[in-house]
């Protein structure tokens, strides 16, 4: 457990180097890394969504491709095509970007439904399946998504069903004046991004994934992570709640925060801090709500004060 939690340390300073007054936006994305998730990026551009994930393919020394979404990127340019060989008289599978170990998916909402369909085999098993022959992806594997809340022309919102393999989604934000300064300081004769090597590798990664599941989750912790799901399903807000997908990645991410804070065991602030960039993505809002402009955060904090906390006194 000591040294899951180490290896998972030395990747968060490093990148930390890189992504500066950040922490706590890294600290959820090494989350998401360790618990073998995928993050959605929802910000506008300029904040260092490409040097996060860049950033961590160095620091962990795994192959980090990226992908540019655009209206007119088909499903083979993201998985690979088969080509014949005339020499050889056979096919010859040639991989698509997709087979890496980060992949970038930037500005993901700017390709076609079919295209990004391309990514839910590969987000969800692991691996693509080209012209029947399937293929397992390497691992680690994660899928870094972006894409602009602001520029809805020309784009297609994500479905459900892709959302729902999303991890988590989280926003950068601008940085603090003192941070933007200091971002210019840093990048004044060259981009941190260069300096930064590999602090561990991926048999340390995936040895921090076979901690991570070790990792305790009392009783009445995993009864209060089912309890906060099912409650976004009976709020009358809500048309749609969280799956129980979302029941196991707050489980998990659980487990890899406990981890990084050196515990071999959850509590309920674990599942507290992770419950809106774990579940607000998952949640479709009735019209009547939306009309009001209720968002999923605030559906989340009725959530969490109509749900009891294991070990506190339910007022008489």
Known sequence: MVDGSRTLQAVLQNVSRVLLGKN???????????????????????VGKTMLAKALAKSIGCTFRRIQFTPDLLPSDVTGVSIYNQKTEEFEFRPGPIVAQIVLADEINRATPKTQSALLEAMEERQITVDGVTRSLPRPFMVMATQNPIEYEGTFPLPEAQLDRFIMRIRLGYPGRDQEVAVLDSQEMSHPIDDIGQVVDADELRGAHAAIRQVRVEPSVRGYIVD???????????????????????????????????????IPDDVKMLVETVLAHRLIINPSA???????????????????????????
């Open 24 to 46: 706590q936006e890294v600290e959820l994305a090494l989350i998401a890394l360790a618990s073998e998730g995928h993050i959605l990026i929802e910000d506008v551009p300029g």
């Open 228 to 266: 906060v799901v099912a409650a976004t399903r009976k709020h009358p807000d809500v048309y749609l709640g969280a799956s129980p997908r979302g029941s196991l990645s707050l489980f998990r991410v659980a487990q890899a925060a406990a981890m990084l804070r050196g515990r071999d065991y959850v």
């Open 290 to 316: 939306r009309v009001r402009g209720v968002q999923p955060n605030s559906i989340l904090e009725d959530v969490l004060q109509s749900v009891p906390v294991p070990g506190t006194r339910v007022p008489a």
